[in-house]
């Protein structure tokens, strides 16, 4: 399951720098997380690295990318060609 930025987003920029896939973009007003990039961390490290660091707890599951942690991987593995 892809994660999603929801509207408490302060802009902060922590977790852009800690994606691993690079999932992570500056939006207008709040940030945003491309769900076809986004593995849940699946494939490069333990776990999200991007709730890890989000000061305001405002990065949670996308209810539109049901994905089950072997789709997650799969998805990682398409990502690094
Ligand atoms: Fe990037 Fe991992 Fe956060 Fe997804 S969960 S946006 S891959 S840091
Ligand atoms: Fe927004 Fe949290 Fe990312 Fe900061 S770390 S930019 S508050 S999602």
Redesign the pocket.
Known sequence: MALL?ND?????????PVCPNEA?SVGDP??VIDPLKCTECVGAKDEPQ?KL????D??VKNPDYDETPEQLQEKYAALRG
């Open positions: 930025i408490a987003c302060t802009a902060c920029d922590a977790c852009k992570i709040i940030y991007c660091v989000c000061p305001v405002c990065i």
